[in-house]
């Protein structure tokens, strides 16, 4: 079955300090892979994709992420962490099983993310 | 202003009753969809709609009608054979060609 895993519920993390939020998808073929952000009761805020090309994509507000198919991961990266940076991670998968036509995103369950002053 | 609306913010609900959520966009994207979203089980989409007059069934579809009579608006009707309707609603949509969804502040549904 096509899934999406995020292996940390919570991730903690101190301020200047560099982040990583995981993520490893079990999807066949060359799916598009997503990040997106969740602050607290509001919807949720694209920040980057991977669809082809270079291992490392570059996303909103300092945010990164690479690409590594070999392990099937897409793990989520900052730099250096800032306290705003507090909020629930989702990963996505798009399968890219219909050409021309609807290809569905499956979610993991999310990570959140704390980032201590 | 462009964006996605959803109405109303809050919502309480007596058991037995169908209620509706709202969800515009002034964006010009053809598709939309409606998620739903538990604590620490992530999104689960309920209907997917790609064109005007045309939805499909998502997930978890029981329980839950849609219509999609405009461009703009794909409103959820939650009715009483939702046994567990109590949850945060997400609507999202994606312009023509794209797999990137863009979501919606969401409605959140209490069920008295």
């Known amino acids: 079955a096509q899934s999406v895993a995020q292996p940390e519920d919570q991730v903690n993390v101190a301020e200047g300090n560099p982040l990583t939020v995981k993520c490893t998808y079990s999807?066949?073929?060359?799916?598009?892979l997503f990040w997106y952000v969740q602050y607290p009761n509001r919807g949720l805020q694209f920040l980057l994709k991977y669809i082809t090309g270079d291992n490392l994509v570059k996303g909103s507000y300092g945010f990164e992420a690479e690409f590594n198919k070999s392990q099937t991961s897409f793990h989520l990266k900052k730099p250096s962490a800032l306290v705003s940076d507090s909020a629930l991670y989702f990963c996505a998968v798009s399968p890219r099983t219909h050409s021309g036509g609807y290809n569905k995103l499956i979610f993991g369950a999310g990570t959140r993310l704390a980032v201590h002053p | 202003d462009g964006g996605i609306t959803q109405s109303p913010k809050y919502l309480f609900r007596k058991e037995g009753q169908n209620v509706t959520l709202s969800c515009e966009q002034n964006?010009?994207?053809?598709?939309m969809y409606w998620y739903r979203q538990d604590p620490g089980q992530g999104l689960r989409l309920i209907y997917y709609?790609?064109?005007?007059?045309?939805?499909q069934k998502g997930d978890i579809a029981e329980g839950y009608s849609v219509s999609r009579e405009k461009k703009e608006s794909f409103p959820l009707t939650v009715t009483s054979a939702q046994k567990n309707p109590t949850a945060f609603y997400l609507c999202?949509?994606?312009?023509?060609?794209?797999?990137?969804?863009?979501f919606g502040p969401g409605t959140r549904l209490t069920v008295l």
């Open positions: 964006l010009n994207h053809d598709a």
């Open positions: 999202a949509s994606s312009p023509p060609g794209s797999d990137t969804q863009y």
């Open positions: 709609s790609q064109i005007v007059n045309d939805f």
């Open positions: 999807v066949s073929g060359n799916p598009y």
